[in-house]
Nanobody, 119 residues
Framework: QVQLVESGGGLVQAGGSLRVSCAASVRTSSLTRMGWFRQAPGKEREFVAAINWTGGNINYADSVKGRFTIATDKAKNTVYLQMNSLKPEDTAVYYC????????????WGQGTQVTVSS
């Protein structure tokens, strides 16, 4: 069973930065793609960013392009989301997700980490 453990959330003022991390409990060779989703209060969960474990095929939601950067560290089995120029509308619970080899959906989800941006 794959476990994804997020860390690094917190409270930051608008315009500030945060980096959230996600450590996978298995060898990343069993996972093909990692990503982040978020869910704000009263809203549906939405896609934020995704990346192949090899580091390629990076995608971002339009709302975060130019401000967020996703990256992997294969040696640490960890994926990061660097968030800059944060806005109050970025406030949400951020979830790490993973897609295993042979699957086209994100099967594994972390427990989520809260990111709060104050105005």
């Amino acid at each position: 069973q794959v476990q994804l453990v997020e860390s690094g959330g917190g409270l930051v003022q608008a315009g500030g930065s945060l980096r959230v991390s996600c450590a996978a409990s298995v060898r990343t060779s069993s996972l093909t793609r990692m990503g982040w989703f978020r869910q704000a209060p009263g809203k549906e969960r939405e896609f934020v960013a995704a990346i192949n474990w090899t580091g390629g095929n990076i995608n971002y939601a339009d709302s975060v392009k130019g401000r967020f950067t996703i990256a992997t560290d294969k040696a640490k089995n960890t994926v990061y989301l660097q968030m800059n120029s944060l806005k109050p509308e970025d406030t949400a619970v951020y979830y790490c997700v993973a897609r295993p080899a042979g699957r086209e959906v994100y099967v594994y989800w972390g427990q989520g980490t809260q990111v709060t941006v104050s105005s």
